[in-house]
T-cell receptor, first 113, second 115 residues
């Protein structure tokens, strides 16, 4: 069953270091994945996406890696900045975009000065 | 070009009252998704609507919750006879007709507190 009310996993990194945030997804039929950033009091903000026919996708300072064998997704943020502090969620979609997303529980990224 | 607008941003209701949450999609978007987020949790899908149609409500509680997206005006998420467990942040996202959830943008959310 689902765990409710647990604190989010927290990742604390030094400013300027690289961050790696991990996510295990549940549905082997999922064919599309998104990473979102959610700052306090705000809605999720799209960061980067990847389709299941890809293993890696790069954006500006961010890279997403997909390992379908073990159903694992990771988000790498290069040279983290104070503005990167937020909760990061992975989300999966198995309906070809025709239905809602299934979100993971999230990781709280804290940037130390 | 305004983003997805949700109002109110904060809503306080007493147990037993009704809560109405509004979502105005981005201009040109005809699909709306509602999600609920409990503290320290990820977002949970509730319902997916197109104009005048409910496409998928598999995440909606069977009782007290309803959603609509009329031809004119915002999408409304309605919670009747609210209970403390309904306290959460409710987010909506909108996407264009051809994009689906893969091109969805989220609003700032409505934080419902039931006292």
């Amino acid at each position: 069953g689902e765990s409710v009310g647990l604190h989010l996993p927290t990742l604390s990194v030094q400013e300027g270091d690289n961050s790696i945030i991990n996510c295990a997804y549940s549905n082997s039929a999922s064919d599309y994945f998104i990473w979102y950033k959610q700052e306090s009091g705000k809605g999720p903000q799209f960061i980067i996406d990847i389709r299941s026919n890809m293993d890696k996708r790069q954006g500006q300072r961010v890279t997403v890696l997909l390992n379908k064998t073990v159903k694992h997704l990771s988000l790498q943020i290069a040279a983290t900045q104070p503005g990167d502090s937020a909760v990061y969620f992975c989300a999966e979609n198995s309906g070809g975009g025709a239905d809602g997303l299934t979100f993971g529980k999230g990781t709280h990224l804290i940037i130390q000065p | 070009n305004a983003g997805v607008m949700q109002n109110p941003r904060h809503l306080v209701r007493r147990r037993g009252q009704e809560a109405r949450l509004r979502c105005s999609p981005m201009k040109g978007h005809s699909h709306v998704y509602w999600y609920r987020q409990l503290p320290e949790e990820g977002l949970k899908f509730m319902v997916y609507l197109q104009k005048e149609n409910i496409i998928d409500e598999s995440g909606m509680p069977k009782e007290r919750f309803s959603a609509e997206f009329p031809k004119e005006g915002p999408s409304i998420l309605r919670i009747q006879q609210v209970v403390r467990g309904d306290s959460a942040a409710y987010f909506c996202a909108s996407s264009p007709e051809t994009g689906g959830v893969t091109e969805a943008f989220f609003g700032q959310g409505t934080r419902l507190t039931v006292v």
